[in-house]
């Protein structure tokens, strides 16, 4: 079964840092770039970060830029998204996804997970 389950999401003060994870079974997370995108009520959707299949291309929204960092690891299976600095407007829930590539638009992001909560109030 295809799945990508997200984790590490939870209420933190503004400031704070959290360390969401993307985990992949039933299938090779080597075959895909992987998406960050986060969805806030009454909002849509926005990428967040994406990195290559081999890791070594990433890139990141203007709104997150210089405060998340994303990283892979191939042979655990997994897509990390260290945020930092979080201010109450990252409050959302952030959802990875497969993609063939970090160009291509959300509307063609394959396989998404359940989405994890991140709330980020005092």
């Known amino acids: 079964q295809v799945q990508l389950v997200e984790s590490g999401g939870g209420l933190v003060q503004p400031g704070g840092s959290l360390r969401l994870s993307c985990r992949a079974s039933g299938f090779r997370l080597d075959n895909y770039a992987i998406g960050w995108i986060r969805q806030a009520p009454g909002k849509e959707r926005e990428g967040v970060s994406c990195i290559s299949i081999s890791g070594d291309s990433t890139n990141y929204a203007d709104s997150v830029k210089g405060r998340f960092t994303i990283s892979r690891d191939n042979f655990k299976r997994t897509v990390d998204l260290h945020m930092n600095s979080l201010t109450p407007e990252d409050t959302a829930v952030y959802f990875c996804?497969?993609?063939?590539?970090?160009?291509?638009?959300?509307?063609?992001?394959?396989?998404w997970g359940q989405g994890t909560q991140v709330t980020v109030s005092s």
């Open positions: 996804a497969t993609t063939p590539g970090c160009d291509y638009d959300l509307a063609e992001y394959d396989f």
